[in-house]
């Protein structure tokens, strides 16, 4: 939160073109953070069960929900249409190490972190101040929802973040293990990192 607050600041500030390495930089601190922490995390702990049945449940769910993203980019569901150039390296040609670095953190970082605050945290907390003792299947309708709105208000494209919040929480409920909405959340943004350079659709990111 701190990096998408100082962004706007830092960008003017830096040459040309290199303001989108602010990405790296935040991703690199959240990966700090999660390993300096993770011996806090329990849930991350617990060993996943029925991997290969709910590995294609989380990976389904993902799916739809990319499915979902890429169709709803209208401006009634949205904050705005951001204005997002093509990354492009000093030659004009796609910054590819750029690229790997985004769809790195957005593919492996993003969801461990995002489902630890919006799900693990904020959604149980809703339910109950022990949040720690809130078992995922004993979250209410309310916090459910709630978490799923703020959690899309976080996102340009607002309603397909408040689906997203819905079908990650929904997993989150019904499984009961952290690790596989994290899968699913995971499988979003890799396939639609994926499609977002194939197709070019750069407002995407």
Same mark, same amino acid.
């Given at each position: ?7 706007? !600041?830092?960008?003017? %500030? ?29 849930? #991350?702990?617990?060993? *996943? ?14 799916? %739809?929900?990319?499915? %979902?993203?890429?169709?709803? @980019? ?8 951001? @204005?997002?150039?093509? *990354? ?6 796609? @910054? ?36 720690? =003792?809130?078992? *995922? ?11 799923? #709105? ?6 340009? #494209?607002?309603? !397909? ?15 009961? =293990?952290?690790?596989? *909405?994290?899968? !699913? ?12 350079? !194939? ?7």
């Amino acid at each position: 939160m701190l990096f998408l607050g100082a962004r706007p !600041a830092l960008e003017p %500030l830096l040459p040309v073109g290199s303001g989108r390495w602010l990405y790296a930089a935040q991703i690199g601190s959240v990966m700090l953070a999660l390993a300096v922490l993770w011996g806090h995390y329990h849930e #991350l702990v617990e060993r *996943p069960v029925s991997i290969v049945r709910n590995s294609l449940v989380a990976v389904a769910v993902g799916l %739809l929900v990319f499915i %979902l993203w890429i169709n709803l @980019d209208v401006p009634v569901l949205s904050l705005g249409q951001p @204005d997002v150039q093509a *990354p492009l390296d000093a030659s004009g040609r796609l @910054d590819w190490a750029w690229l790997i670095v985004r769809v790195f953190g957005a593919a492996v970082v993003v969801p461990v972190m995002e489902e630890l605050f919006w799900r693990s945290f904020i959604m149980r907390w809703l339910a109950s101040g022990d949040f720690r =003792n809130v078992l *995922p299947a004993a979250v209410g309708m309310r916090a459910l929802l709630v978490s799923s #709105l703020v959690f899309g208000l976080e996102h340009n #494209l607002w309603f !397909a973040g408040l689906l997203a919040g819905l079908a990650y929480g929904w997993l989150y409920g019904r499984i009961g =293990n952290l690790w596989w *909405p994290i899968l !699913a959340h995971a499988t979003t943004n890799l396939i639609l990192g994926a499609w977002v350079i !194939a197709t070019g659709s750069w407002q995407f990111w």
